[in-house]
């Protein structure tokens, strides 16, 4: 008996070895898509700190105090500002015209990731933040196509807006985001000698 069971568990372990390395199976596609995307997010990103339009002109050398920057206030020209604050994730407070003091309450801080591009210049004191508004949840393979040691996979990937997007949506009917609830894409994959792989 104990001799049969060896032999089975070989036996066994050589058709999983065999399965592995040959048709790509659906259940292994989405896995190694899933994976793949599973970083995927859209953010909106925000000013945070002394904010003028003169944030977005990097270069010192153009600003004049008293001049007008090329780019617009972006307090009143991003609504996201408006809803955000509506909503209860950011302060605003008018500092003179078209300079503001914008910071994240502590519903914002749960939600918001780390700041970026620190800024300073005149009438700008800020850096970036990343607010997520919609990030990858699922992926259904829909069809396998092998060609040798290639094959091309299509898959519905399935995206969910986070509770920031749905409170700014409520208060803005108009906004949507860029990514879309469901999305079709192919994807390649190669056939190693050790399985298949996603390129």
């Known amino acids: ?10 036996i066994i372990g050589m058709t999983g070895l065999l399965v592995s390395c040959g048709h790509l199976s659906r259940s292994n596609a989405t896995h190694q898509i899933e994976e793949k995307q599973k970083d995927v997010e859209e953010h909106a990103f925000l000013w945070v700190g002394t904010v003028s339009h ?9 600003l004049i105090p008293g001049a007008h920057s090329s780019y617009p206030d972006p307090v009143q020209s991003d609504k ?3 809803v955000l604050s509506a909503t209860g994730y950011i ?3 008018p500092i003179k015209e078209h300079v503001w003091n914008v910071e994240l309450t502590n519903r914002g801080k749960e939600v918001a ?3 970026i591009f620190p800024t300073k210049t005149i009438d700008c004191d800020a850096w970036e933040v990343p607010i997520t508004l919609e990030k990858f949840d699922s992926a259904n393979v829909s069809g396998i196509v092998e060609d040798g040691a290639d094959a091309k996979v299509e898959v519905d990937l399935r995206y969910v807006l986070t509770p920031v997007a749905l409170a700014i949506m409520k208060q803005d009917p108009t906004f949507s985001t860029s990514l879309g609830s469901l999305g079709h894409k192919t994807f390649n994959f190669v056939k190693y000698d050790d399985g298949w792989r996603i390129k």
């Open 54 to 62: 003169n944030c977005d002109d990097k270069k010192d050398e153009d």
């Open 80 to 82: 996201v500002y408006a």
């Open 1 to 10: 008996m104990i001799i049969r069971k060896k032999r089975l568990a070989v």
């Open 113 to 115: 990731g780390r700041g």
């Open 91 to 93: 302060t605003i407070r």
